[in-house]
């Protein structure tokens, strides 16, 4: 029981210990081992690699202890990306990706076929995160006003560390959408004042968050700003259909009670006529 | 083996001696189970038993054992269901307005209509349970579902169809149901207890007849609305989506047009397999099949129309997102099944269905200089040599197309020349003509499903490069299923069929019978030389 209660613990400790791991990609080259524990024998994988340089990962089978194949699909999903999944198993024991992430969030990692352990290979993340090393400091405002009753419009500014505007330069302008996705709403290129504007369309009372996101290059830094606006409410122009209704509507209520029922008294007619057949 | 059988489940030549000539002639099957009737039932059973351990298979592993995803979410499951709710209706058709109309020739084929409504609607009315994947979120329907939704609207009228038809087959059997309690006295237990139970203690009196035609009559009156109605909110399940290719105003009409067309059909086709195996030749004659085919014509052109109305409107404008839609299905991944089900399907069955009925066509014979065979592989010939000049020119390198096109063109017309001289073979033969013409509309029935349901969903409203290729191909599962749903539907309509007779007895007593065989039959169109419809 003792003994028990200590590997429990150890275990414990263990677990606690790995979902906390945070490996830090250096050079953006980066080795994973995958197996039926997970991504280098971890359920919540997770690194960071920097936005706007390659990473290239390299995927290493290792679920060489089975008796049997076990082979793996790796695929990368998340905004911004698109990648081919590439498999890993006993013959083909290695496999490698290589791309560029263009803007900061989180990418999974995830086997997507049925294998052994699948269920620690779906949790596998990659923060991309702001470059720890770039350019000359570059300073990005982003503010959204309401345009009219159906859009928002986004203006951004790119100044240098000294103020001086940044004409001529393309601007990424994401919406983070509210099941969690990205959408590129927009590239405006900045002008002689280094501001850019765009027009987002938007419904009453929706809550937008959009990234801007200046990739740097030539000498620049990376920068990136987030702005959020909640678009004032407004009457509904157009009534709701019945399907989107959250209440049922009294009328088509009432005509199915109508419709059903009367069909289903008849019924109770012609069952009791065949009933009463026994009397005849 | 077959002895025991038969003491186990019911046979008795002892009690069917007893019966009249026409008790006999239609009372056979029910009383007399043979070795083929067994076999056939293991048949099916096993095949049933396959669809079971399908099912079972994805109960285990859930739906990601059948090709569906999130992007096709419909499949195969969904278009049974779609066809055997089409089926159904035929009952309802031919009983409610024969019946209403007082056309007495129903009366032999109405049972067998009815039968096909019931057995079609309990396979039916589980596919969308087999579709759930977790078949206990059935009950959330009840619990928990939203009146203002199609799928419970879907519910309501399948249940109360479900009933009505059930009501509407049990009616008119009851007096035969008597007349099995009284002179299948040696069945056993099991059966004499239906049969008591069944009856109702029918004695046939003027008060019970009364009674019972009363209810007939209510019934008549309302399975028809209650179909139609059953078929609309089908129809509605797609039409109520903003989906290009579903949303359209004329699903519903569209959607009862097809059931009609393809549940006539698969009348036709039970005639036929049941005046063979049963004998009935003496009450199915080829009047009856006559008039069904009238009436298959009539539904499929009416569903032709549906076609051409829904297609060419959308076709014309190919707007926005429909566009992407009908690309697929006119020129698309799944144009060789659009247009063979389109042709095949709708086209050649009404062209079938009215040669027997127009005058024989004789000067066709003057046509006849090749034999039909030889035509046809000429035809084959040219139409390769079509295809070879097309794959070899672009090779060589000038334009393929003229000679290809002639190449098509000669395979065209000997091919076209082959179909014409069968023409007297098939005015010659009117049942078997029909019977392909039913065929071919029930397999289209089916396919057309496919069309709806599938190539709609590879359309999907967002792309995503992840979910890229979403194509729908379906597992041995679903095959699985869709085979032992087929089997058991033949199944619950083989031992209906064996249980009580498929010609109604009380119906056909008086009268019908001579009609029938003296009717007009006769006065079909008889090409020169033959003698008598072949069948």
Not at chain 1, 210 to 223: D, I, P, T
Not at chain 1, 231 to 242: D, Y
Not at chain 2, 430 to 456: E, G, H, N, S
Not at chain 2, 491 to 505: A, D, K, N, T
Request: charged share 15%; glycine share 8%.
């Amino acid at each position: 029981m003792f003994l028990k209660t200590i590997r429990l613990f150890i275990a414990v400790l263990f677990l606690s210990s790995v979902t906390t791991f945070t490996a830090h990609a250096h050079g953006q080259s980066i080795a994973i081992m995958v197996s039926r524990e997970g991504f280098d024998r971890m359920s919540n994988y997770s690194v960071d690699v920097e936005a706007g340089h390659e990473v290239t990962i390299t995927f290493t089978y290792a679920d060489d202890d089975l008796t049997g194949d076990n082979p793996h699909d790796i695929r990368i999903l998340g905004a911004g990306v698109d990648l081919p999944t590439v498999t890993v198993s006993r013959d083909n024991p290695t496999a490698t990706i290589t791309f560029t992430p263009t803007r900061t969030g989180t990418l999974t990692i995830l086997c997507v076929i049925p294998c052994i352990g699948m269920e620690n290979l779906v949790g596998g993340s990659i923060h991309v995160v702001q470059p720890f090393t770039s350019g000359a400091k570059i300073s990005l405002t982003l503010d959204l006003s309401p345009r009219d009753e159906q859009s928002v419009l986004a203006r951004v500014k790119l100044t240098d560390a000294e103020g001086r505007p940044i004409s001529d330069v393309p601007v990424s302008l994401v919406l983070n959408t509210s099941v969690g996705g990205e959408i590129v709403v927009g590239v405006p290129v900045t002008v002689v004042d280094g501001t850019a504007a765009w027009m987002i369309p938007a419904l009453a009372g929706q809550k937008l968050q959009v990234s801007a996101v200046f990739q740097g290059g030539n000498g620049l830094g990376y920068a990136q700003n987030i702005a959020e606006i909640t678009m004032p409410g407004a009457p509904l122009s157009v009534p709701l259909g019945a399907l989107s209704s959250p209440a049922p509507p009294f009328a088509l209520a009432l005509m199915l009670v109508i419709v059903v029922g009367s069909i289903w008294v008849t019924f109770g007619f012609v069952a009791y006529q065949v009933f009463s057949i026994r009397k005849g | 083996m077959t002895a025991l059988l038969a003491k186990l489940l019911g046979s008795s030549t002892e009690d069917f001696d007893k019966l009249n000539t026409h008790e006999k002639a239609l009372l056979r099957p029910v009383f007399v189970w043979g070795r083929g009737f067994y076999l056939t039932v293991a048949f099916l059973a096993l095949i049933f038993g396959f669809g079971v351990f399908a099912y079972l298979t994805q109960l285990r592993d859930g739906l990601a054992a059948t090709g569906m995803r999130d992007t096709v979410s419909w499949g195969l499951y969904i278009i049974n269901f779609v066809f055997f709710i089409g089926i159904s209706h035929v009952g309802a058709l031919l009983s409610s307005i024969l019946r209403l109309t007082g056309a007495k020739w129903r009366h032999p084929i109405t049972r067998m209509a009815e039968s096909i409504t019931f057995a079609a609607l309990l396979f039916g009315a589980l596919m969308p349970i087999i579709d759930l994947g977790r078949p206990e979120r059935m009950f959330n329907l009840i619990f928990s579902g939203r009146i203002q939704s199609p799928i419970l609207w879907d519910i309501i009228s399948i249940t109360t169809y479900l009933t009505g038809s059930s009501i509407f087959l049990l009616l008119p059997l009851i007096p035969d149901m008597a007349l099995l309690r009284d002179k299948f006295i040696h069945a056993p237990a099991w059966r004499r207890w239906i049969y008591r139970i069944l009856s109702f203690g029918w004695t046939g009196t003027p008060e019970q007849h009364a009674r019972l035609d009363r209810a007939m009559n209510t019934m008549a009156v309302l399975i028809l609305p209650i179909a139609v109605m059953v078929h609309t909110v089908v129809s509605w399940i797609f039409a109520m989506t903003l989906r290009p290719g579903w949303n359209s105003t004329i699903f519903g009409p569209y959607f009862v047009a097809g059931a009609l067309a393809s549940g006539a059909a698969s009348v036709v086709l039970a005639m036929v397999v049941f005046r063979k195996m049963y004998r009935l030749e003496e009450f199915i004659t080829l009047k009856h099949f006559k008039y069904m085919a009238a009436l298959v014509l009539t539904l499929n052109l009416a569903y032709i129309y549906f076609n051409i109305s829904e297609y060419v409107t959308l076709a014309y404008k190919m707007e926005g997102a429909e566009k992407a839609v009908l690309a697929s299905l006119f020129s698309g991944q799944f144009a060789g099944l659009f247009w063979v089900t389109q042709l095949l399907g709708l086209i050649v069955p009404a062209f079938l269905l009215v040669l027997p009925m127009i005058k024989p066509m004789t000067w066709i014979k003057r046509l006849r200089v090749l034999p039909p065979m030889l035509l046809a592989a000429i035809s084959a010939l040219f139409l390769g040599a079509s295809l070879a000049t097309s794959f070899f020119n672009t090779f060589i390198g000038f334009d393929p197309s003229l000679v290809a096109l002639a190449f098509l063109l000669g395979g065209l017309a000997f091919g076209g020349w082959a179909t014409l001289t069968l023409i007297p073979w098939l005015q010659a033969r009117p049942i078997p003509t029909f019977v392909i013409a039913a065929a071919l509309i029930v397999i289209q029935a089916w396919l057309k499903r496919f069309i709806i349901v599938v190539p709609v969903l590879e359309q999907p409203f967002i792309t995503d490069a992840a979910f890229e290729g979403a194509l729908y191909n379906p597992t041995w599962v679903e095959w699985g299923i869709t085979a032992g749903a087929l089997a058991g539907f033949l199944l619950v309509y083989l031992i209906l069929s064996r249980m009580v007779p498929i010609v109604s007895v009380w119906e056909t007593k008086h009268g019908e019978v001579e009609e029938t065989v003296s009717g007009p039959a006769h006065a079909l169109p008889q090409p020169a030389g033959v003698s008598s419809p072949e069948v």
